[in-house]
């Protein structure tokens, strides 16, 4: 696909569907690559999409069995309750950013071509990158780069980019690789320049938060037996999702009942990630990061928890 080449597109899909008369969500439609192949797999069933970004409406699909909903997924339970397809058999959520935002120089995800520093994925409100670049003071900016792009270099960095705003504006993403290059250590300046722009990328987009508040409702909208497939691309995400597939909770702490037995909705059906293999890397370089993994809700019946789902 020219948009997006989905991740590990075959093993997400059949971790995901259980009925192919089922209910099922696409919360990060994009190029529409994993949506297809789940509507390719059901029968009568039917599929909802969400994306933020309207570039994506241009990869509509024309199916009856077919529902976009061009909103954020933080709003997850309140969509599917508007479309009468609450709860669902399975969500499948493909995190990060697509091909298309990245390769598309104006919305500025990537230092390698010079464009306006955006990183908006919803480009209609909330703040840019240049907003934020050139408004947060040295301890925001710190903090951004500590937390978000893991840099104990964080402090020089937003030193460094309110040095260099005193003199130059930064309005584009090669102004802020220049304004940066001080800070770069050399041989590994393609590494630092990615995990500065991820760090930023995801304070423009409130992403942590947004993923916290959707998984804290998908327990809710799955059915009993109903599977939650994620694929994330970092550290930050990855821990958030492996904690709440083992928990049902963001510390990943198992909470246990009086007679010892653990409360958590879910039973995991990967116990380690998945990853693409090396032939999927060398066809889609981009994918090396990502991380797959899925759970499933367990069934409560009235003996207790059911063996076959919770074995």
């Keep these: 696909m020219t948009y997006h080449n989905p991740v590990l597109l075959h093993t997400s ?169 001080p800070c770069l250590p050399k041989g590994k300046e393609n590494k630092f320049l990615s995990k500065i722009f991820q760090a930023i990328r995801i304070e423009v987009n409130d992403e942590m938060k947004v993923l916290e508040e959707f998984l804290t409702q998908t327990a809710d909208a799955l059915l009993p037996g109903g599977r939650l497939v994620v694929i994330a691309y970092h550290s930050l995400e990855d821990r958030l999702v492996k904690n709440y597939m083992r928990a049902g909770n963001l510390t990943g702490e198992v909470e246990k009942d009086f007679f010892g037995n653990p409360l958590t909705p879910f039973r995991l059906v990967t116990r380690k990630a998945i990853v693409p293999d090396e032939q999927e890397i060398i066809d889609n370089p981009r994918a090396r990061s990502a991380k797959l993994r899925i759970a499933e809700k367990i069934i409560i019946t009235p003996h207790g928890y059911n063996d076959k789902i919770n074995r």
């Design 13 to 181: 899909i059949e971790g995901l569907i259980t009925d192919t008369a089922g209910t099922y969500v696409d919360v990060t439609f994009g190029g529409g690559g994993h949506s297809r192949a789940i509507l390719n797999k059901l029968t009568d069933g039917r599929l909802l999409a969400f994306d933020q970004d309207k570039d994506s409406e241009a990869n509509l699909i024309e199916d009856p069995r077919f529902q976009f909903v061009p909103a954020n997924f933080r709003h997850l339970t309140r969509f599917l309750q508007y479309h009468k397809a609450y709860p669902v058999n399975g969500i499948l959520a493909d995190l990060g950013i697509s091909s298309h935002q990245i390769d598309t120089p104006e919305r500025g995800f990537s230092y390698r071509e010079d464009g306006a520093l955006d990183m908006r994925m919803n480009t209609r409100n909330g703040l840019s990158a240049k907003d934020i670049i050139n408004e947060y003071d040295e301890d925001r900016l710190s903090r951004i780069f500590y937390t978000y792009g893991e840099l104990q270099e964080g402090r020089r960095l937003a030193r460094q980019i309110v040095k260099f705003r005193d003199t130059h504006n930064i309005e584009t993403t090669k102004q802020l690789a220049e304004a940066l290059q």
